[in-house]
């Protein structure tokens, strides 16, 4: 069974960048989507960014014009580059994959965000 790995979190002040990445390693079928999700302590985890194997990118109404998510579906990969970071950023990233007909199927372990005011 494969699994999904991210990598990229840490801490910044307000206005800084960070750039997230997430690598599949063994097979996790076929997918044809990954995306990107935040979780803050006593909240469900939420959803930021998508990328899909055809189609345009999907973003949160949050991030928009903030985050840019990329990658390539096929190869397993997603990348996220978050711009503007703001305090209310600040959370762990959690790195998924949709299976055809199966919803967000594998995730990683998540990378924790701190962005400092």
């Known amino acids: 069974q494969g699994q999904l790995q991210e990598s990229g979190g840490g801490l910044v002040q307000a206005g800084g960048s960070l750039r997230l990445s997430c690598v599949a390693s063994?097979?996790?079928?076929?997918?044809?989507?990954m995306g990107w999700f935040q979780q803050t302590p006593g909240k469900q985890r939420e959803w930021v960014a998508s990328?899909?194997?055809?189609?345009?990118?999907k973003y949160v109404d949050s991030v928009k014009g903030r985050f840019t998510i990329s990658g390539d579906v096929a190869k397993n990969t997603v990348y996220v580059q978050m711009n503007s970071l703001k305090p209310e950023d600040t959370a762990v990233y959690y790195c998924?994959?949709?299976?055809?007909?199966?919803?967000?199927?594998?995730w990683g372990h998540g990378t924790q965000v701190t962005v400092s005011s």
């Open positions: 998924a994959a949709m299976k055809y007909g199966s919803g967000w199927s594998y």
């Open positions: 063994g097979s996790i079928g076929s997918i044809n989507a």
């Open positions: 990328i899909f194997r055809t189609g345009s990118p």
